[in-house]
């Protein structure tokens, strides 16, 4: 998840995402354990068997990073390019599990980075680099990346088009862009736009706010609207994983740690979200998209 910082929150608790470097030196060890790699949902295969503790949610954002290399076919031997990479979870996931990477992470929160580059060090004859830049004006010229990667972070991107397009311009020309959303039904978009303006405020005082041109990180489009952005920038969707039920099991234990940090006000946000889920009129979904040529 790609977060930005805020500063000026004086009367109410800091958004908790924003504030976790502090929680993380302070010795926050709930914190720690479960955020200390990853800022994003749980993957399970089965939500039945989750139970609860920050160790099984630790273990499903882990899985979480697994998935979506596993839909992306990751192999040995390739140049990764990760955005809104945050503490470095999933680069630390593909250097544990493959070789010969050139792995870069780009992430928009110099306390994040700072982080990653402490906690993930290149093993397996890996390299790693984390840069910081905006997700849609990235600072690298050579089109010489296998795969670019955009886990639940895209949303906060100032534009999903010109995201696409840096994405295109960075990638080889057989490579793949992978990323994780929420995606409201298409029924459910039509309102969507209004709600969102409604508990944008709730989300940027729990998630914090991004140093881009949106003022609060939640922009959900169907999956429709993908296709037409994909269009429109050289890329064909061809997998679609809807793994909704198996990112269930992540509210409860988040909602408990925002209610443990700032109170009922602070929970709203995600339970609004969480709600709207369960009914499956948003849908957390996996999608991978193939550079297309323009020839």
Known sequence: MLIGS????????PPYFDNLPQKFE???QEALVAFGKHIH???WEDAKTADGTLEDFAIAA???SRRVCQVAA???NRNILDIGCGFGGTISWL???FNHLNLVGVNIDTQQLIRAKKTVLPQGNNTINFIEANACKIPLTQSDFNHVLALECIFSFPSR???????YRLLKEDGKLTICDFLPTENFARIWKWIENKINPLVGKTYGQVKTKNTFPINFIPISKYKEIAQNTGFKLTKIEDINRNTLPTYPVVNRLMCQEGG?????STQGLELVSKLGLIRYMILDFEKQSKD
Not at 161 to 167: H, I, K, L, S
């Open 74 to 76: 990751i192999d040995n």
């Open 6 to 13: 805020t500063k000026n929150m004086t009367q109410t608790p």
């Open 161 to 167: 088009e010109q995201f696409f397009q840096e994405a």
């Open 62 to 64: 882990d899985n979480l």
């Open 264 to 268: 009922q006000n602070m929970v709203s």
């Open 26 to 28: 302070e010795g926050n």
């Open 95 to 97: 250097n544990d599990h």
């Open 41 to 43: 949902w749980g993957y």
